[in-house]
Nanobody, 122 residues
């Protein structure tokens, strides 16, 4: 198993920035592809960005292109999501997740964190 814990969420004004972190326990982090997902109230969970074991990045979902950056530090067992120019529509619970192979499908991810709330005020 790969326990995952997100942090860094909060309340921010539109145009502001947040950096989400996802800390993984154990030695297996580097062997997993990782993803950031989000789920807004009343909406389905969606993939925001994904990154392979070696750092290759799956194209970001259109709504965050140019504003969000996913990265990982395998030495620190950590995944990050830098979010700039935040918009009210970015308000959601953000989850990190681990997959054995790079995937854009929710079903491909086997381990999930508990989520961190991001609220963007207008």
């Amino acid at each position: 198993q790969v326990p995952l814990v997100e942090s860094g969420g909060g309340l921010v004004q539109a145009g502001g920035s947040l950096r989400l972190s996802c800390a993984a326990s154990g030695r297996a982090f580097s062997s997993y592809a990782m993803g950031w997902f989000r789920q807004a109230p009343g909406k389905e969970r969606e993939l925001v960005a994904a990154i392979s074991q070696s750092g290759g990045i799956t194209p970001y979902t259109d709504s965050v292109k140019g504003r969000f950056t996913i990265s990982r530090d395998n030495a620190k067992n950590s995944l990050y999501l830098q979010m700039n120019s935040l918009k009210p529509e970015d308000t959601a619970v953000y989850y990190c997740a681990a997959s054995a192979t790079p995937s854009t499908r929710i079903a491909g991810y086997v381990y999930w964190g508990q989520g961190t709330q991001v609220t963007v005020s207008s």
